[in-house]
């Protein structure tokens, strides 16, 4: 069965970096576009970043320049770095599939930026 497990989430400064990780397993990783999405307090889930099996990313524009997506298909694990964090950054954090195919989502990963 599939299974997605995030972590790595946490409390953080305005300005500072946090680093994702979303480990994968149930599917054959490396055929599968990846990507973050977030959802915070009374908004719905959208898409931060995505990255396709051939590693090409896309971006949603509140975080260009701040998030890289990245993927080790060796440990069947994407993750997101995250630099200059704001506090719009708070949400719990998922990852899944991205452009063609999706999964059950996991519990995410809180990330709570505040000074």
């Known amino acids: 069965q599939v299974q997605l497990v995030e972590s790595g989430g946490g409390l953080v400064q305005p300005g500072g970096s946090l680093r994702l990780s979303c480990a994968a397993s149930?599917?054959?990783?490396?055929?599968?576009?990846m990507g973050w999405y977030r959802q915070a307090p009374g908004k719905e889930r959208e898409l931060v970043a995505g990255?396709?099996?051939?590693?090409?990313?896309n971006y949603v524009d509140s975080v260009k320049g701040r998030f890289t997506i990245s993927r080790d298909n060796g440990k069947n694990t994407v993750y997101l770095q995250m630099n200059s964090v704001k506090p719009e950054d708070t949400a719990v954090y998922y990852c899944?599939?991205?452009?063609?195919?999706?999964?059950?989502w996991g519990q995410g990963t809180q990330v709570t930026v505040s000074s």
């Open positions: 149930g599917i054959i990783f490396s055929f599968n576009a």
């Open positions: 899944n599939g991205y452009l063609d195919r999706y999964f059950p």
């Open positions: 990255i396709t099996r051939s590693g090409s990313t």
